[in-house]
Structure formats: C-alpha cells, structure tokens
C-alpha cells in the first residue's frame, strides 16, 4: 500500500481495536456483577478480546484495499477493471473482475506485466472491457518455486476477443 493509505489504515484498525477492547472491559465488569454462571462471565469477555485482537489485521481486505498476491494466487482469468502502476516499488494494484464483485490485489510488476497492462489501458481507451488471462509454464513445472519468484515464463496476456466470442455448447 502507499504509504499515506497504510498510515490511515493503520490508524483506523488502532483506533477500531481500541474500541473493541474497550467493550471487552465494559463486558468483563458488567460480568462480574452478573447473576451468570462462572463460565458465561469467562468465555463472552474472552471472545469479545479475541476479536478486538484480530479484527484490525482483516479491516484492510473487508475495506477494498488491495491484497497482496503472488503471480500463482491471482485469477487465470479476469476482467481488468482497473491498475495503478507504482514502478518505484515495483509493484502493481490491480482491480480484476471474476464473478459479480471486483476484487483489489497487489503483485509485481515486470516487464511482461508492464506491456500487457499497456494493451489493457489501450482496449479500455476503446471503450472495451479487456480480458486478462495466464500464460505460461503449467503450475507441476514450477513445484520448486511455490512464490513465482524469478519464473520468466508467467505473463498475462490480453485476449482482444475474449468478451465477443459465443460461448460454447454445453
């Protein structure tokens, strides 16, 4: 993420988990007064706690920031909705369509990546939805390299076609 973004999530996760904490201690001293059994009074601020810890990691993806992704995790086929191209990092946030909903990653950006989101941007310049798929050396052929790390055979590619075409007899 940038780095403006991640200080303004950050921010927001602090202050959301602070505030899930904080029902946790309201619900622990309300408890403790409480005609409940000794378990009840136990477990609800034990669970409250639990989440007010592990709600602020997941805020970034429930709130459509991009997720980082290796080549291997992204879709084998997508509607590109939308890129931003950060090459200083070397890095991409790509917004790619497989059902309903688009979904925001972050993967890295290589040449190959480079012209492709290139031919993407032309297509929706014309007005036309660009679809994006793999290819590449099969996933058996890369077994040592589960990260997708220096592998110079994945590209994406754009398939100029791909939304006009019939689809085929069931």
Not at 54 to 60: L, Y
Not at 69 to 74: G, K, N, T, Y
């Amino acid at each position: 993420m940038i780095a403006d973004s991640f200080q303004v999530v950050s921010h927001f996760a602090l202050s959301f988990g602070a505030m899930l904490a904080l029902m946790a201690l309201i619900a622990a001293w309300l408890f403790r007064t409480a005609g409940a059994s000794l378990w009840l009074k136990v477990i609800l601020p034990s669970l409250m706690t639990a989440l007010a810890c592990s709600t602020p990691f997941a805020i970034g993806s429930m709130l459509g920031y991009p997720v980082g992704a290796s080549f291997d995790a992204l879709p084998d086929r997508a509607e590109l909705v939308g890129f931003v191209a950060r090459d200083d990092n070397g890095l991409v946030d790509l917004w790619l369509r497989t059902g309903d909903v688009p979904r925001a990653y972050e993967t890295k950006l290589d040449a190959k990546m480079k012209k492709a989101l290139r031919e993407a941007r032309d297509a929706m310049a014309q007005g036309r939805r660009p679809l994006v798929a793999k290819a590449g050396k099969a996933k058996a052929d890369r077994a040592g390299n589960p990260n997708g790390i220096g592998d110079d055979e994945d590209a994406w590619v754009v398939d100029p076609d791909a939304l006009s075409r019939l689809p085929g007899k069931k």
